[in-house]
Nanobody, 122 residues
Framework: QVQLVESGGGLVQAGGSLRLSCAPSGRTDSDYSMAWFRQAPGKEREFVAAINANGDNTVYASSVKGRFTISRGNAKNTVYLQMNRLEPMDTAVYYC???????????????WGQGTQVTVSS
C-alpha cells in the first residue's frame, strides 16, 4: 500500500505561481507513473498532468498546458507540479496519484494522496 503526501497548496493572486510536491510516506521499491488531478467545488475530479516512471514523457490537460509543468524529483517516486500564471478557474483541491508501472496514463490510478487546497483570488 502506497501512501502519498502532498504539500505546497495555498492562497495566491491571479497571475501568481505555486509549486506542489508529492512524496510517498514510506519506502517504495517499485517504479510508479504519477499524476495530478484536481476537484473544484461542485465538479467532478479531473485530470491535470501525468508523468511516466522515467520522467521523460509527460501529458497535460488542455486547460493547463503551457502554464503547468509536472516533473519528478531525485527521490524515488516524488513528483512536483509547478503552476504559473494561475487563474481563479484553477481553484480546487489538488490530488497526487500513483500507479505501479512505467507507462504514462491519464486515468485508472490506484493510489491517492489526501489533497491540498489551491485557491486563486481575482
Amino acid at each position: 500500500q502506497v501512501q502519498l503526501v502532498e504539500s505546497g497548496g495555498g492562497l495566491v493572486q491571479a497571475g501568481g505561481s505555486l509549486r506542489l510536491s508529492c512524496a510517498p510516506s514510506g519506502r517504495t521499491d517499485s517504479d510508479y507513473s504519477m499524476a495530478w488531478f484536481r476537484q473544484a467545488p461542485g465538479k467532478e475530479r479531473e485530470f491535470v498532468a501525468a508523468i511516466n516512471a522515467n520522467g521523460d514523457n509527460t501529458v497535460y490537460a488542455s486547460s493547463v498546458k503551457g502554464r503547468f509543468t509536472i516533473s519528478r524529483g531525485n527521490a524515488k517516486n516524488t513528483v512536483y507540479l509547478q503552476m504559473n500564471r494561475l487563474e481563479p478557474m484553477d481553484t480546487a483541491v489538488y490530488y497526487c496519484a500513483a500507479e505501479r508501472g512505467s507507462f504514462i496514463r491519464t486515468s485508472n490510478y490506484d493510489y491517492w494522496g489526501q489533497g491540498t487546497q489551491v485557491t486563486v483570488s481575482s
